[in-house]
């Protein structure tokens, strides 16, 4: 993967999920599982969010960009460095548009909730898969088509909607909180009903979730 692809798919600024955490906050030490090239966790860093922020990352290249913007990066899977890692000091876990990628969300949800501490608090985006360009197609045309990235990425292993999100969630022992969601501001104006449309409109799911 050359720089500007890393640029374009690992360095992308997150102000949909800063916004989403900022008002549950702050928070100390942060791990950021999948941290890409650590753009997420600068922003938490930049606004206070968060005290201290580590990650772990899969890929090389974007690894080492998150060297220069992070405490700690663990390189390797989420299953290669869970042994390395200090579960215990850590307030907050992160997945960001992680969980679709993984073959076995369950087995790593459950995983985080055996080894974080309780009162260790987990933030979880993942694609809507019920969005209008995904369900529409799918209901009357039947096409379910994949793409280079979005919410159809091809690399996607698993799709979820809030309701299986949260039901997942759940089954692996986490206490689920917040909801929230990311959709396109044209959506959210007084005189568009947001609430109705946002199931079908929304690109993300957003939850924080705690080890009680």
């Known amino acids: 993967m050359n720089s500007s692809e890393i640029a374009d798919y690992f360095a992308a600024e997150r102000p949909e999920l800063l916004a989403f955490l900022r008002p549950h906050g702050p928070f100390g030490t942060t791990l950021d599982i999948g941290c890409a090239a650590g753009m997420l966790g600068a922003g938490l860093l930049r606004e206070g969010i968060v005290g201290a922020c580590d990650g772990v ?23 290669s460095a869970a ?12 997945l960001a548009d992680v969980l679709e990628h993984l073959a076995d969300p369950w087995s790593a949800l459950r995983l985080l909730h055996a080894r974080s501490a309780p009162g260790c608090r987990l933030l979880l985006s993942v694609p809507n898969v019920r969005h209008y360009k995904v369900s ?11 793409e280079d990235d979005g919410i159809m990425d091809r690399t996607h292993l698993h799709f979820f909607t809030r309701g299986s999100l949260v039901e997942t969630v759940r089954a692996c022992g986490w206490t689920v909180g917040t909801l929230g969601s990311h959709m396109k ?25 705690e080890k009680l």
């Open 57 to 79: 990352e899969l890929n090389f290249e974007a690894a080492r960009h998150a060297e220069s913007r992070l405490r700690r990066v663990w390189m390797g899977s989420l299953e």
């Open 83 to 94: 042994a390395e890692i200090p579960w215990q000091h850590y307030d907050l876990l992160i």
């Open 136 to 146: 529409l197609p799918l209901l009357f045309r039947g096409e379910f088509r994949y």
């Open 185 to 209: 501001g044209r959506y959210r104006r007084w005189y568009m009903p947001t609430r109705l449309l946002e199931p079908f409109v929304a690109v993300q799911t957003m939850l924080l979730a």
